[in-house]
């Protein structure tokens, strides 16, 4: 797969495309990442890229020519069709299941807007879908290409070595990690809990699923809502809820319920 980033900060994007693991894809080839940058594609003596909004107020808007240019260079760079995805807070947000599906296209575009923003008619005809990585205020698109290329990079075929992915089949899906330990098993902060030292894989599968299931349902249980549980999941997410509640118990009490 490759990716073009249109951008007025291309050192930038390569910088961030350079490292860990999307880094080591691009040496092996697995997948590329190239930058354009709207200025070298200003027509003017000033390199100009932006203009007054039209209407009045404050900031500037980015002009329909440089980054029309871009793309148009984008494209013919392209044997095939390129999907054209804007970063911007009016976009759909970002989900694994999109990440997903874009990790399977052979060539994505990346346009990053600065300032105010794109002139609407340059998107209206030559973007094909709009996202935003989340409900915050960034300055400008370059941190939302970013994370699309890092967890679309990470997707392609040999990005990620055995012990990763075959991680991520298990029970990722939809549900928060479980916790993970390393040595010491003792230490002044705590303990490694038992189960993990036990070599029984079938008990350890069994905790982890569980906190899993369990940590999904303390911190986001948006999460849980939109999945429903096997005969399995259910018995331990009720364990865990049991457990739970013994432990806090003093807390709930406290708390007046
Ligand atoms: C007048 C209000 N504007 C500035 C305070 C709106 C505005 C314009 C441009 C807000 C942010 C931006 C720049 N943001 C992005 O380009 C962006 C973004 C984001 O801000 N949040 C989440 N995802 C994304 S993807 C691109």
Same mark, same amino acid.
């Given at each position: 797969?490759?990716?073009?980033? %249109? ?13 860990? %693991? ?8 697995? &997948? ?8 070298? @594609?200003?027509?003017? *003596?000033?390199?100009?890229? /932006? ?31 390129? =999907? ?18 874009? $990790? ?9 807007? +600065?300032?105010?923003? !794109? /002139?609407?008619?340059?998107? $209206? =005809? ?44 298990? &029970?990722? /899906? ?10 010491? !098993? =003792?230490?002044?902060?705590? /303990? ?9 894989? $079938?008990?350890? #599968? #069994? ?32 364990? @865990? ?6 432990? =806090? ?5 406290? +708390?007046? *319920?």
């Amino acid at each position: 797969m490759r990716i073009d980033v %249109v951008t007025l900060f291309p050192d930038f994007m390569r910088q961030c495309a350079a490292v860990g %693991v999307v880094g080591r894809a691009q040496q092996r080839e697995l &997948f590329q990442v190239e930058t354009w940058n709207p200025r070298d @594609f200003a027509t003017d *003596n000033y390199r100009t890229v /932006d203009g007054r909004t039209c209407g009045g107020g404050p900031g500037m808007v980015m002009l329909i020519e440089p980054l029309r240019a871009a793309l148009r260079a984008v494209r013919e760079a392209a044997p095939e069709p390129v =999907h054209v995805v804007y970063l911007s807070p009016q976009g759909a947000r970002l989900t694994q299941d999109r990440v997903m599906s874009l $990790a399977k296209l052979p060539r994505l575009a990346l346009l990053c807007g +600065r300032y105010e923003g !794109v /002139d609407e008619r340059l998107l $209206a =005809h030559e973007v094909d879908e709009e996202l935003s990585i989340g409900d915050y205020v960034l300055s400008g698109g370059e941190l939302g290409a970013a994370v699309i290329i890092d967890a679309v990079g990470r997707l392609q075929d040999g990005a990620l070595n055995d012990a990763q992915s075959a991680q991520q089949d298990s &029970f990722s /899906d939809g549900l928060l990690d479980c916790p993970h330990y390393t040595k010491p !098993v =003792h230490d002044a902060l705590g /303990d490694v809990p038992a189960v993990l030292l036990s070599g029984d894989h $079938a008990a350890i #599968r #069994r905790w982890r699923l569980k906190q899993s299931l369990g940590r999904t349902w303390l911190r986001r249980p948006d999460l849980l809502a939109r999945r429903s549980l096997d005969a399995e999941s259910a018995a331990l997410l009720e364990e @865990f809820r049991r457990d739970y509640l013994r432990h =806090h118990e003093a807390a709930v009490a406290d +708390r007046g *319920n």
